[in-house]
């Protein structure tokens, strides 16, 4: 499975973006679709994920702000991302969960300006 990340920028506070992950390959089996991000000087950290149910759930920092959607006809994930504070500057992974592999992309840098 190959992931790629996509849509990240600079933004002023305040702002939008949708972040977007592709997968290709050997789809099938995916438990899990995740988004995680990485501030400077920091650890990488849980944002949200999708089930292969459906099911979501958000890191606290960004519940009500952010919302991970996917379309299977595209084979892609997305994290739209509203209300940016400086805060959520970091770069932003995509994770696959397929069995008991873990797939990530190479990521995509999100900066929020004040």
């Known amino acids: 499975v190959q992931v790629v990340e996509s849509g990240g920028g600079l933004v002023q506070a305040g702002g939008s973006l949708r972040l977007s992950c592709t997968l290709s390959?050997?789809?099938?089996?995916?438990?899990?679709m995740n988004w995680y991000r990485q501030a400077p000087g920091k650890q990488r950290e849980f944002v949200a994920v999708?089930?292969?149910?459906?099911?979501?759930n958000y890191a606290d920092s960004v519940k009500g702000r952010f919302t991970i959607s996917r379309d299977n006809a595209k084979n892609t994930v997305y994290l739209q991302m509203n209300s940016l504070k400086p805060e959520d500057t970091a770069v932003y992974y995509c994770?696959?969960?397929?069995?008991?592999?873990?797939?990530w992309g190479q990521g995509t840098q999100v900066t929020v300006s004040s």
């Open positions: 994770n696959i969960n397929q069995g008991s592999l873990i797939y």
């Open positions: 390959g050997s789809i099938f089996s995916i438990n899990a």
């Open positions: 999708m089930y292969s149910a459906g099911i979501t």
